[in-house]
């Protein structure tokens, strides 16, 4: 898999009466196979405010990496690929309990997350092999 993009952002509300502005959107683009795919991440962006009781960042952006300031938002969909292999076969998904997107970051080296937004900054794409251990 040629990882390609990972950003994330805010929702907006379009409508009054609508609670877009209650969630937020990461997005992670890669290449499969020959074919260019796309995988995103909706959950409640309550969970910016919280992640650093289960990352080892304590505030946002995380890191930055050549003039970029990666922030928690930009590594949810790349960390919810990485972590679970049958999200491949999916478009999007919507994560609205803690617990979950806990589990999923359980088990990500926070280095290699670094180093794969590193290599998009620098060479553009950055290629995953799902060998790289990712528990620390």
Do not use: C
């Amino acid at each position: 898999m040629l990882l390609k993009k990972a950003v994330g952002y805010e929702l907006q509300k379009e409508k009054p009466n609508t609670s877009e502005d209650f969630f937020n959107r990461s997005v992670v683009s890669y290449i499969e196979d020959g074919v260019e795919k796309e995988f995103s991440v909706l959950y409640v962006r309550y969970f910016d405010e919280v992640f650093s009781e289960f990352l080892p960042y304590e505030k946002d952006p995380l890191f930055t990496v050549h003039g970029r300031d990666v922030s928690f938002k930009d590594t949810v969909a790349l960390v919810s690929l990485l972590a679970v292999p049958n999200n491949k076969n999916k478009k999007r998904v919507y994560i609205n309990e803690k617990n979950e997107l806990t589990s999923l970051y359980a088990n990500i080296d926070s280095q290699v997350i670094k180093d794969i937004f590193t290599a998009i900054e620098e060479k553009g794409e950055y290629r995953w092999n799902g060998t790289v251990k990712l528990s620390v």
